[in-house]
Antibody, heavy 124, light 107 residues
Framework: EVQLVESGGGLVQPGRSLRLSCTAS????????MSWFRQAPGKGLEWVGF??????????ECAASVKGRFSISRDDSKSIAYLQMNSLKTEDTAVYYC???????????????WGQGTLVTVSS | DIQMTQSPSTLSASVGDRVTITCRAS??????LAWYQQKPGKAPNLLIY???TLESGVPSRFSGSGSGTEFTLTISSLQPDDFATYYC?????????FGPGTKVDIK
């Protein structure tokens, strides 16, 4: 059974950093791209970024709203994906979801399994 | 970024009703569209990908259609478990974007 478990959320002050982890099980982690999404309280879904599998270079893409502040990495030996969040702003307050990606075609990825999410609250 | 819109924003319906939600993209996305269902306090659940392909395990009362810039999600006979919010999402570009959601509630 595929499982994705996020951890590392919590209350953080503006300007500080936080690292989220996504621990995967039930599939060969290294074969899949992984992505992060977020949802502010009472709002819709927003893509944050994703990381390709090593076989496709392990490179990353990030949304313009977080580019330069957030970064994504992966440790295939531990089946963990990370979201490093720096220079946090109050508008980054959201539930952050980790997802497994599927490559539909060159440059086309959709996401089939989602974790339960972890809440990040940015407030002084 | 490609902008996604959905209509209606809220839909009131009864069990057994046929329900249709429309999603429009600001430019052509071919068939690179997914639909998700989300219930309060839960993660989204993939229903359909590539505009019309039903994800494994999703009931056949859900169907998707469309290509280019206009898409629809249809629930042929609404069930009590279907009251939720539905989002479309384009994956034609790396900058993935979602529609604002359609809440389906009980009439």
């Amino acid at each position: 059974e595929v499982q994705l478990v996020e951890s590392g959320g919590g209350l953080v002050q503006p300007g500080r950093s936080l690292r989220l982890s996504c621990t995967a099980s039930g599939f060969t982690f290294g074969d899949y791209p992984m992505s992060w999404f977020r949802q502010a309280p009472g709002k819709g879904l927003e893509w944050v970024g994703f990381i390709r599998s090593k076989s496709y270079g392990g490179t990353t893409e990030c949304a313009a709203s977080v580019k330069g502040r957030f970064s994504i990495s992966r440790d295939d030996s531990k089946s963990i994906a990370y979201l490093q969040m720096n220079s946090l702003k109050t508008e980054d307050t959201a539930v952050y979801y980790c997802t497994r990606g599927l490559r539909a075609a060159a440059g086309k990825y959709y996401f089939d399994y989602w974790g339960q999410g972890t809440l990040v609250t940015v407030s002084s | 970024d490609i902008q996604m819109t959905q209509s209606p924003s809220t839909l009131s319906a009864s069990v057994g009703d046929r329900v249709t939600i429309t999603c429009r993209a600001s430019q052509s996305i071919s068939s690179w569209l997914a639909w998700y269902q989300q219930k309060p306090g839960k993660a989204p659940n993939l229903l359909i990908y590539k505009a019309s392909t039903l994800e494994s395990g999703v009931p056949s009362r859900f169907s998707g259609s469309g290509s280019g810039t206009e898409f629809t999600l249809t629930i042929s006979s609404l069930q009590p478990d279907d009251f939720a919010t539905y989002y479309c999402q384009q994956y034609n570009t790396y900058s993935l974007t979602f529609g604002p959601g359609t809440k389906v509630d009980i009439k």
